[in-house]
Nanobody, 124 residues
Framework: QVQLVESGGGLVQAGGSLRLSCAAS????????MGWFRQAAGKEREFVAG????????YYAASVKGRFTFSRDNAKMTVYLQMNSLKPEDTAVYYC?????????????????WGQGTQVTVSS
């Protein structure tokens, strides 16, 4: 069992930055692939970024590549999402997720554990 708690969301102007954090509990965190997803109002949940269990493999959605950076610290059982050059279209609730497998996937249905979400709002 893994519990996830996100923090770091908020309101920011276009072009600004935010750093999301996700603190995990559970003894097997280091063997889980981790992902960040987001869901805008009226839209489906979509993959943003994630990594394999070791962090050796990271993957980004095309819409955020070059602007967002995923990182994880297995010793601290925490994953991060550094978001730079934010755009109004990045506005969404951002969710941290864990998959009980070392292999990264990008579909929400492949993830068993979810945080409560943190709102990110980017004003133009």
């Amino acid at each position: 069992q893994v519990q996830l708690v996100e923090s770091g969301g908020g309101l920011v102007q276009a072009g600004g930055s935010l750093r999301l954090s996700c603190a995990a509990s559970g003894r097997t965190f280091s063997s889980y692939a981790m992902g960040w997803f987001r869901q805008a109002a009226g839209k489906e949940r979509e993959f943003v970024a994630g990594s394999s269990w070791s962090g050796d493999i990271t993957y980004y959605a095309a819409s955020v590549k070059g602007r967002f950076t995923f990182s994880r610290d297995n010793a601290k059982m925490t994953v991060y999402l550094q978001m730079n050059s934010l755009k109004p279209e990045d506005t969404a609730v951002y969710y941290c997720s864990a998959r009980p497998s070392p292999v990264l996937r990008t579909r929400p249905r492949d993830y068993d554990y979810w945080g409560q979400g943190t709102q990110v709002t980017v004003s133009s």
